[in-house]
Structure formats: structure tokens, C-alpha cells
């Protein structure tokens, strides 16, 4: 089953709005950290490092939200619901540079936002959330 974005809210997850990506720990825990995000037009991409919480996380139990709030009104919101069915490097270092331009203006993530030894020292990686529950909130 599969759940679409309405064109209606579709701005909220293209950006640039930071979200809210929610994984479930080992424990059953919710984890939520603050991210960047945009779409494929099927998936939410996710773009994070190996070895990360939301990797391990995800690896373990692929479902996931991801929740965004408009910043100009707080009574506009998406909620995504869905399982990660990918998590790829190909093409993530080109996606971290794509959303860093998109939220910050940076022309590459690394050496224009982040240090540009970092690039040596992670890995990055997509995680492509197919959207199954959408629920969409004020117009």
C-alpha cells in the first residue's frame, strides 16, 4: 500500500522546511532528530551517514514518519508515514550538496557547510521512505 503527497502540502517536504524524521530504537523507543529532506516524487530521500542512529535504527525496523511543520503557519502541517525501502550511497554525496543548496545556500555540503575532511572520514547515504499514511493538516 502507498499513500500520496497532496500538491497542496507537497512545499513542506521539497524545502526548504526542516523536518521532523522519527525511527523506532532497538527498544521500541521513538528517535526523532531535525533534518533536511525532498522527494523523488515516490519517496521522501532521507539523507544521512553510516553508522548513524537513524541508520541503524532503520536497518532494524525500516518504518519511519517524517512530520513538517509549515514555518509561517504552525497550523499547516504533513505527516508521513512510511517504510524505508531503500538506503543507498549512490549518488548521496550529490543529494547532502542538492539539499545544502536548497536550505542554506551552500554551493557543496562539504568544504562550503560542513569541513571538507569530512567527506573522508563518512560515508553518506539515502534512505528512500515510501510514503504508506499521509495525514495532512490545515490547507
Known amino acids: 500500500m502507498s499513500a500520496q503527497i497532496p500538491n497542496s502540502h507537497r512545499d513542506l517536504i521539497d524545502g526548504p522546511v526542516y523536518v521532523t ?3 523506532v530504537m532497538p527498544d521500541g523507543q521513538p528517535q526523532s532528530t531535525i533534518t533536511w529532506c525532498n522527494s523523488d516524487g515516490d519517496h521522501i530521500l532521507i539523507n ?3 553508522g548513524r542512529q537513524k541508520e541503524k535504527n ?3 525496523h525500516p518504518k519511519a514518519t517524517v512530520f513538517a511543520v509549515d514555518p509561517n503557519n ?10 524505508v525501502v531503500e538506503m543507498t550511497e549512490a549518488g548521496a554525496v550529490e543529494h547532502i550538496s ?7 545556500g551552500a554551493a557543496n555540503y562539504y568544504g562550503d557547510f ?6 573522508a572520514e563518512e560515508t553518506r547515504i539515502i534512505c528512500k521512505l515510501k510514503p504508506t499514511k499521509v495525514n495532512v493538516i490545515g490547507e
Not at 74 to 83: C, I, N
Not at 98 to 104: D, I, K, Q, S, T
Not at 114 to 119: C, L, S, T, V, Y
Open 21 to 23: 524524521f522519527t525511527t
Open 48 to 50: 544521512t551517514t553510516r
Open 58 to 60: 532503520l536497518l532494524n
Open 74 to 83: 504552525p497550523f499547516r502541517a504533513l505527516e508521513v508515514r512510511g517504510t
Open 98 to 104: 542538492e539539499l545544502a543548496r536548497l536550505y542554506v
Open 114 to 119: 560542513a569541513p571538507a575532511e569530512r567527506a
